[in-house]
């Protein structure tokens, strides 16, 4: 169950971070506009990269045990710039979302989209697949991690799908996406001490 947790947590942080994927996820959900079809394609796609990355780095482990601490510097220095970039979005600030624009959208073009900005984004591959896969590898109970990590994916894209369109009246103001990038930013330097500590 510790296990578990700790996969759920760490991975939530990460996914938590608002880049083009999710805000994606946002305005088709303010919209409300084929968010199942979206969040399922997100959800399972994160679920495909997370198991590649606990047995794949399972693997590369076995042949180089050491590859475990490269990572785990590569991983920390990611997560401290990740959170720097976040600062730095906060304190320059935003225009909002725009949601004037209220022409419908078809639904194969959005679950293109949706496809393109999990796989064509290289984040993607450091988080899910180098660190998650660095941790599972790190973790006494890697398969409860990585399920952990998995069912953190599937809440988080759900919740955050159909839960955006509540956030309709906030998420226009400029000021929530610094107040939000500046929590994403804390969330990843505190990652990133944990495991640097660890």
Known sequence: MSAMLTGFSLSLSLIIGLGAQNAFILRQGMRREHVLPVVLVCAISDAILLIAGAVGFGLLVKQSPNIVEIFRYVGVGFLIVYGSMKFH?????????DLSEKTPTLLLPTVLTAIALTWLNPHVYLETVMLMGSLASQSEDKLSFTIGAIMSSFFFFFSFG????????????????????????VLMWIIAAKVWFH
Do not use: E, N
């Not at 979005?89 to 225009?95: F, L, M, P, T, V």
């Open 89 to 97: 979005s906060a304190w320059q600030g935003s225009d909002g979302m």
């Open 162 to 185: 159909y839960g955006a369109r509540l956030l309709t009246p906030l998420f226009v103001k400029p000021i929530s996406w610094r107040y939000l990038d500046f929590g994403v930013g």
